[in-house]
């Protein structure tokens, strides 16, 4: 009696009868590269028309379908058929291949040139210069103001302090509020024209 094995049970991918569940675990088991040959013939083309109905192009789905197999091929030794068949667990890869080109798609790669990341020029020498001696001028102009008056510009256009609010916060009529600061910056108007 001859014990040796037939081809078919020598080698599970070369008999037709043997589940995808099957072939994958001898992928899984063995590297089998027949069986994966068969998984790939059978799974590639229904995956790149499950990703073409999910909207994706012809040309990415193509390479969606080349990273679901290699992964296929890779974790084929995670399968487990008590978890899901063969087709099941395929096509979450698929899915889940197919998320992460989205979120690819919506990160824009970083680029190291990109305005918004590089440091802010630094000002000449000259604008810093005039800069502060524009500031100077503002606060020897302001020193120069009545103290009520200064008060209120500070008020009004440093603190932000809406002229209604400062009418009622001083017990000055909204009117005078307003004349003072006109006149206020009349002032200091003139005060800096003359000190440039």
């Known amino acids: 009696m001859d ?55 012809a040309g990415s789905a193509d390479e969606l379908v080349q990273e679901v197999m290699l992964l296929v091929w890779r974790r084929a ?5 008590a978890q899901s068949s063969a087709s099941t667990w395929i096509f979450t890869i698929a899915r889940n291949k197919r998320v992460d080109a989205l979120r690819r798609e919506a990160r824009p790669e970083f680029d190291p040139t990109d305005p918004l990341l590089l440091p802010e020029a630094e000002t000449p020498a000259d604008d810093r210069i005039q800069a502060r001696e524009s500031a100077e001028r503002m606060r020897l102009a302001l020193r120069e103001l009545p103290p009520e008056q200064a008060e209120l510009l500070r008020l009004a256009y440093f603190d932000e302090v809406p002229h209604s609010t400062i009418s009622a916060e001083r017990g000055i009529p ?19 024209r003359e000190s440039a």
């Open 3 to 57: 014990e040796r094995p037939t081809p078919a049970a020598a080698h599970p991918a070369a008999d037709a009868s043997v589940s995808m569940e099957d072939l994958l675990l001898a992928v899984g088991r063995a590297g089998d590269r027949t069986a994966f040959a068969r998984i790939f013939a059978y799974f590639a083309p229904r995956v790149k028309a499950y990703l073409r109905r999910l909207g994706v192009e």
């Open 174 to 192: 909204l009117g005078t509020v307003k004349s003072r600061l006109r006149l206020a910056m009349d002032r200091l108007r003139k005060a800096l």
């Open 77 to 81: 030794s995670t399968f487990d058929p």
